[in-house]
């Protein structure tokens, strides 16, 4: 009766969370069905740092030095070109990033392993066992007798190749008190029934923009580069939700 009555809760969690899938996955499928025979809709533009679980960025800063002129003198100490500098400087200027990623690594790990292990335990006479049934049954010759043997052998071979390039339009969202600048920077594009997203973000070094305020992406530190897509492409080559679902919470 008592495992009937443990067995019960675990059913009940069980069906929660099966409950609790399907209704998140609900609402997707609902959305889904509402735009058969059409295009994937394009994002609104909105202000990044208006965004549900925006937080602003916070870096180790140096002290803050104060600002020197000198009289009589058309420099100031921190300029970075005597003439207006028309790279992106402040909140809500533009700056483009060439995004070029090309990686390629190659891993091959093989690890085998095995253990043995025997103990043997008995009593061959215990205050004349041997003599007395009674005690040479309560008593056996062998009291305990253990054999063990485990091995294991893995095998793991990784083989990558990555290559991405292009360009996107990013805007400073943030200022920092060092001076260097947090960006952020969102394409879309829709091609028939998918939508292509490329989003680039990180913090970038005003002395790394060029002169034409361009940035290469392997100049922006803390950098987030996302690239995907969804539409009709997209849902074809994902699993399905119960496909998913099965996969993390079944053991085997």
């Known amino acids: 009766m008592s495992r009937i009555l443990q067995a019960r809760p675990r059913r009940a969690a069980t069906v929660a969370v099966l409950l609790a899938s399907t209704l998140a996955s609900g609402c997707s499928a ?9 295009t994937p809709k394009l994002s609104a533009i909105e202000n990044p740092t208006a965004a549900p679980g925006y937080k602003p960025v916070q870096m180790p800063m140096p002290t803050a030095q104060p600002a020197v002129y000198n009289p009589n003198s058309l420099w100031r100490n921190g300029s970075r070109a005597f003439f207006k500098d028309q790279r992106a400087h402040q909140i809500g200027d533009l700056l483009t990033v060439s995004v070029n990623i090309t990686d390629k690594a190659k891993y091959e790990n093989e690890s085998s392993r095995s253990r043995s292990g025997n103990e043997d335990s008995g009593v061959t006479d215990f205050i004349g066992t041997n003599t007395f049934n009674t005690a040479k049954a309560v008593l056996p010759g062998r009291i305990l007798t253990s054999d063990s043997t485990s091995s294991s052998d893995g095998k793991g071979t990784i083989d990558r190749k990555e290559t991405l390039s292009t360009t996107v339009a990013a805007v400073v969202t943030q200022v920092l008190p060092n001076g260097n600048l947090v960006v952020e920077g969102r394409q879309e594009i829709r091609v028939n029934y998918e939508v292509r997203e490329l989003i680039v973000a990180g913090i970038v070094r005003p002395e790394d923009i060029q002169s034409d305020n361009t940035i290469d992406s392997t100049k922006i530190a803390e950098a987030r580069i996302a690239y995907g897509g969804r539409g009709q492409i997209t849902d074809v080559q994902q699993p399905r939700y119960g ?7 079944l053991p085997f």
Do not use: K, P, T, V
């Open 30 to 38: 609902i959305d889904r069905l509402a735009n058969i025979g059409e």
């Open 243 to 249: 496909q998913q679902l099965f996969d993390i919470i």
